[in-house]
């Protein structure tokens, strides 16, 4: 059942591994930040079909089949990504960990799109900037 909280996604434009593995990217959680609506209180961010449109998918991923990612748990952003929010050192000057498999996959995507190692650092820490900055809003009304 789809409405306007749960979304039908058909891949007509890419095979469905591409876009299931774009959809899992940091990259992509990136602009979800970017293009979602935050104005819900608590927090929440809730992204709109208009939202998901505008969200550009990386075609040429090249994806090796054997690879199995090692856990479907998907943790917070911020342990995925290896960042300390709580952290005495700001967000932008943190050095991102990611957790393995959120390396492998994101690695990916990093490769498509050409970013060197300072770039893919900066999608990270921008990522959870992004996401940090709206939770403390929401904390603090």
Known sequence: MCSDNFF?????????ETLALYLSSTVACFYKELLGR???GGGLLKT???DLQKIDVVKD????KSIQF?????ES???ECGINPESE???SEQEPNPLPDRAELDNIVFDALGLTEEERKEV????????????SKARSV
């Not at 039908?8 to 469905?16: D, M, N, Q, V």
């Not at 991923?61 to 090796?64: G, M, Y």
């Open 61 to 64: 991923l090249k994806i090796d």
């Open 77 to 79: 952003i911020f342990k």
């Open 124 to 135: 990270y820490r921008a990522v959870c900037q992004l996401v940090w900055n709206r939770v």
């Open 8 to 16: 039908e996604i058909t891949p007509y434009k890419y095979p469905p």
């Open 89 to 91: 050192v700001p967000i």
């Open 38 to 40: 935050s104005n819900f």
């Open 48 to 50: 709109q079909k208009p």
């Open 70 to 74: 090692a856990s479907n748990i998907v």
